[in-house]
């Protein structure tokens, strides 16, 4: 049976809403990866940082997931967290531990960047 418009409307929003697909990404449970919020703290940027360097070693290597997750010493489930960049469910000392497993020897630094904001126009 075919639905007319209204019905179609009812059940399928397009675009989806923007701040729902976050929250899902965000949902311990999602397999996707996850995204960084645009107000992402320090903290959160480093540890996606690290599982993107992770990932890029993996792919570097033609590693698959379990090959991986035997060279960290983690099992491949946690393995996939972090390829899926799952910050959210490791601290920053596990991944430094992973990626030093991985990278020997690294560094981890701080780049200061250019402060962010509005010149004033000065007033005469």
Known sequence: MVKNN??????????????????????????????????ATPLEKIKYELCQKILTYKQDNNLTAEELAERISLSPPETKEILLSHIHKFTLDRLLTYASKLFSPFQVGIITAEPRYEKIASRK
Request: glycine share 6%; charged share 25%; net charge positive.
């Open 6 to 39: 209204k019905q179609l409307n009812k059940s399928y929003q397009y675009p989806p809403r923007h701040g729902e697909i976050l929250a899902k990404m965000r949902h311990s449970d999602h397999e996707g990866n996850f995204l960084l919020p645009a107000d």
